[in-house]
Nanobody, 124 residues
Framework: QVQLVESGGGLVQAGGSLRLSCVAS????????MGWFRQAPGKEREYVAS???????YPAESVKGRFAVSRDNDKNTVYLQMDRLNPDDTAVYYC??????????????????WGQGTQVTVSS
């Protein structure tokens, strides 16, 4: 049984930082591409960043230079380091996993597994 468990969310002031973690069980992340998405109230789930099974990272334009995705294969964990947060970053953050190749990692429908999400709130 595959499980993805996010943690590390919370309340932070604008300009602050958070690091989210996504611990996987039931799969080995080195064989999967892992993505981070976020969803604000009343909005669709939005792509944030991904890291492929080969280790290449793809941040969305909206977070480039502020967010960084990484992984620790030994811990079977993916991270999202978020710096210079602003109120527009407020959302529930989800991690997803896919073993598909040659697909758009920015598309929600291409992910086979999802975590339950962790809330990030940025105050102004």
């Amino acid at each position: 049984q595959v499980q993805l468990v996010e943690s590390g969310g919370g309340l932070v002031q604008a300009g602050g930082s958070l690091r989210l973690s996504c611990v996987a069980s039931g799969l080995r992340i080195h064989s999967y591409s892992m993505g981070w998405f976020r969803q604000a109230p009343g909005k669709e789930r939005e792509y944030v960043a991904s890291i492929t099974w080969t280790g290449t990272t793809y941040p969305a334009e909206s977070v480039k230079g502020r967010f960084a995705v990484s992984r620790d294969n030994d811990k079977n964990t993916v991270y999202l380091q978020m710096d210079r947060l602003n109120p527009d970053d407020t959302a529930v953050y989800y991690c997803g996993a896919t073993d598909l190749r040659g697909i758009s990692l920015g598309s929600v429908s291409n992910y086979q597994y999802w975590g339950q999400g962790t809330q990030v709130t940025v105050s102004s």
